[in-house]
């Protein structure tokens, strides 16, 4: 009956420790999914929040272009307005500045450059008279220096020479008188040489004295003339800044000829166009008045017969008077012939008079167009020549230029050779130079003098045009000469006529004023034509000139928004990169949280794991505390039974419950050690954290042999404690190992007797020692893995104890 019982509460207790172990892992697995489901809500509530960023960043860029672009439309669009109005404005007033600026710069450049370039030529002539005397002086004190030096120094020599005679004759001398005197004199000599000696020291203090005197005259006169010559090279040095400063004058004078040149060259062209509608003018004029000549040829022979039956007619008259004078011939029929002949004679003037009212309308037209035509020439010619002239003058200009910087960079070549062997050459220096100055104003005069001789034979060329232009004059003016003779003649003959001649002249000299009323009208349309097309082409060049001003404008235009757009892609750029090391950092806090708390909950649950283990432990320690005291008790009942079986016989009901009772002690002992070797292997994973609590609760799993001896140890030790619970599988596995042990072991505790029992007892305690030293081992070193208790299943020796230790 307390068998039935132990076996119920046993049964009891294991079916509690088991309910235990499985809601023990249900709730760490359901803490797992819980902690699980919690990362992955917050990981999904990251990345929304991490897409709403990103849109809210989107939309924020949106908003943010579409301002910039209202701005950049508006920036522009009032730009463009006050553009359009400064450029309407600009160009007016810069079209009539640019006209009168030019004109006034090429007068004031020309000008300029003219003073300057004589300002040039006077600044190097007085340079070079300046250098002159400095040259001569320099050269006077050096021949007056190098005299005093070759005189001293032939002194010195001199006086060296005598003193090295006088050495000599002494060495010469005294071996002899020492010979002489070496007997005599012996004492006599120390004071001898001593007074050589003397004399020779005060010899050579005396020539060093000379010669330092001499060096120290000598260096004062070389620091005298080094002062001179650094003085001049500060002057030249100054005079050379000052070269350099007209350089770039003349640089910023070349730069403005260039800008006039281009200039030029644009009323080049246009004068050229000019000057091919002038030729074709030319020729409708050269055929003008080849017509012309043809006509006054008529009209001069038509003039001569004229001039011929008028002075027949005059004659005539002159013989009537005569006649009527001398013959007295009846009055009536000297008036009748009279009257026809002053009819005849009226009728013959008025057709005169129409024919020479009708050539001199012809001729003064002639004469009216021919003037015109040769005032028109000569003014061509003129302008022709002056052209002529300015472009000779321009090409002779840019020659002499061409030839100054020529000069300019030769002589700047030749310094540079001059002051890189300034030390060794520089009075060498100072005459090439000079000579070089005065050649090339030899060459400067030389180029004055081809200027000079070239103008003055353009102006001789002129002079002979316009002594062709007045002879060309004079010719066509002769026909007019003519004709004044003939109304010279016409006076005296026809003194009556004179009112209507003047009233026919002042009728004529209005239809001339009117003629040339026309003639100016027609050119000065023509001049407006003229200018009209040159208007047009301006503001053709106006119209190009404002298209590239405005194509610049939109090209810095283009380059700022680039530049600007740069600096936004920069700026989001730094943005994203702050804010992608913002949501990194964010990240990291996040996880860190998620850690700290992940692991604040497994500390708390293995506090709570270790707890409930513990109280656990302790129950089931209390439990087997109890049972070892049964287990005790039933020992010495089966003592007593054994000793009563020795007396008497055993039955087999008896053994068959002796039997069952050691299969339920076997199959307790082996979960005390499949939990032992749990605890063990839990130890072996986690030995950092709990190595001190598993010291402290040192749980002895060693088994031992039931017997009274142990009764006491056991009642004493205190109950251990284990930390760490095992898995269900391998509890499991272990107890269905263990079923089979215990049925596989029944028979053999059947056979065993009293003596077996007590050397498996001897063998277990052996055994328990020697796995105790193996725990204490592993513990010690923390690095070796545990055996599997597949391992241990299958190892012989294992067995061997199971079936000694359970033997009775």
Not at 224 to 235: F, V
Not at 750 to 778: E, F, N, P, V
């Amino acid at each position: 009956h307390v068998i039935y019982v132990l076996n119920t509460k046993n049964d009891e207790h294991e079916a509690s420790i088991q309910a235990l172990k499985e809601a023990h892992q249900e709730e760490i697995q359901r803490i797992l999914a819980e902690t699980r489901e919690t990362i992955l809500q917050y990981e999904c509530k990251v990345g929304e929040e991490q897409e709403l960023r990103k849109h809210i960043k989107t939309l924020e860029d949106t908003l943010e272009q579409h301002k910039r672009l209202t701005e950049e439309a508006l920036a522009e669009f009032t730009m463009c307005n006050k553009q359009v109005e400064e450029r309407e404005l600009g160009t007016e007033a810069k079209h009539a500045e640019r006209i009168i600026t030019l004109s006034k710069e090429m007068i004031d450049m020309k000008k300029d450059f003219e003073n300057k370039l004589q300002h040039f030529y006077q600044e190097s002539e007085s340079l070079v008279n300046k250098c002159k005397p400095f040259r001569q002086e320099k050269l006077d004190k050096k021949e007056i220096i190098d005299e005093k030096c070759s005189v001293e120094l032939h002194a010195l020599i001199n006086e060296m020479e005598i003193l090295k005679k006088e050495n000599q004759k002494i060495t010469e001398e005294y071996p002899q008188k020492a010979n002489k005197l070496q007997a005599s004199y012996k004492k006599e000599k120390e004071p001898l040489k001593k007074a050589m000696q003397q004399s020779v020291a005060d010899t050579q203090k005396q020539c060093q004295q000379r010669e330092t005197k001499q060096k120290k005259s000598s260096e004062t006169q070389e620091a005298t003339l080094l002062w001179q010559m650094k003085k001049l090279e500060a002057d030249l040095e100054v005079k050379g800044q000052n070269i350099n400063e007209l350089k770039k004058h003349s640089q910023k004078l070349k730069e403005r000829l260039q800008d006039l040149e281009i200039q030029l060259k644009e009323s080049q062209r246009e004068t050229l166009e000019s000057k091919n509608t002038m030729k074709n003018l030319e020729e409708e004029l050269n055929s003008a008045k080849e017509r012309l000549m043809l006509q006054e040829n008529e009209i001069l022979s038509k003039a001569g017969k004229m001039l011929i039956n008028v002075i027949v007619n005059y004659f005539l008259l002159l013989v009537v008077h005569i006649v009527n004078s001398q013959v007295t011939y009846p009055i009536e029929a000297t008036a009748i012939e009279i009257e026809d002949i002053k009819q005849q004679h009226k009728e013959e003037l008025h057709k005169i008079k129409c024919q020479s009212a009708e050539e001199k309308m012809r001729l003064k037209e002639q004469l009216v167009k021919g003037l015109e035509d040769l005032v028109k020439k000569h003014s061509m010619e003129i302008k022709s020549a002056q052209t002529s002239m300015e472009a000779e003058r321009k090409t002779l200009q840019k020659e002499f230029q061409v030839q100054l910087e020529e000069l300019k960079k030769n002589s700047e070549n030749e310094i540079n050779q001059l002051e890189k062997e300034k030390e060794a050459l520089k009075r060498k220096l100072q005459d090439s130079s000079f000579e070089v100055i005065t050649v090339r104003l030899l060459k400067v005069a030389q180029l004055k003098q081809t200027l000079d001789q070239q103008a003055n034979n353009l102006k001789d060329s002129l002079k002979e045009q316009i002594l062709q232009s007045s002879k060309e004059k004079e010719k066509l003016l002769q026909p007019y000469i003519y004709l004044s003779c003939l109304q010279v003649a016409e006076e005296h003959l026809k003194k009556k006529y004179d009112d209507s001649i003047k009233i026919q002249h002042q009728s004529h000299r209005l239809e001339i004023q009117a003629l040339e009323e026309k003639a100016k009208k027609a050119l000065q349309v023509e001049l407006e034509q003229i200018q009209k097309d040159q208007a047009a082409l301006i503001e053709t060049l106006r119209m190009e000139l404002s298209e590239q001003h405005t194509s610049c404008t939109s090209h810095k235009k283009q380059m700022e928004e680039l530049q600007l757009e740069l600096k936004n892609v920069r700026a989001l750029k730094k943005q994203q990169a702050k804010l992608n090391h913002f949501e990194y950092h964010f990240d990291r806090l996040l996880e860190e949280d998620f850690k700290v708390e992940h692991k604040k909950e497994l500390n708390i649950l293995k506090q709570d794991h270790r707890k409930e283990i513990q109280s656990m432990v302790s129950d089931f320690s209390s439990a087997q505390a109890h049972l070892q005291a049964k287990i005790v008790s039933l020992e010495t009942e089966l003592k007593e039974l054994e000793e009563k079986q020795r007396k008497q016989e055993s039955r087999p009901e008896d053994m068959h419950l002796i039997g069952c009772l050691q299969n339920k002690l076997s199959e307790r002992e082996e979960i005390i050690k499949q939990l032992t070797e749990g605890r063990k292997f839990q130890h072996v994973l986690l030995p950092s954290t709990e190595s001190h609590r598993n010291r402290s609760f040192s749980f002895n799993p060693n088994p031992r042999c039931l017997t009274p001896s142990m009764k006491q140890k056991k009642l004493n030790e205190v109950p251990s404690r284990v930390v760490s619970v095992p898995n269900l599988a391998s509890y499991a596995k272990n107890l269905l190992s263990c079923d089979l042990r215990s049925k596989r072991s029944a028979p053999s505790i059947a056979k065993s007797t009293s003596l077996d029992q007590s050397a498996g007892c001897i063998r277990a305690s052996y055994q328990s020692t020697q796995s105790s030293d193996m725990s204490h081992a592993a513990r010690t070193q923390g690095n070796e893995a545990p055996k599997s208790k597949d391992d241990q299943k299958q190892d012989p020796r294992h067995q061997e104890w199971f079936t000694k230790y359970f033997s009775f």
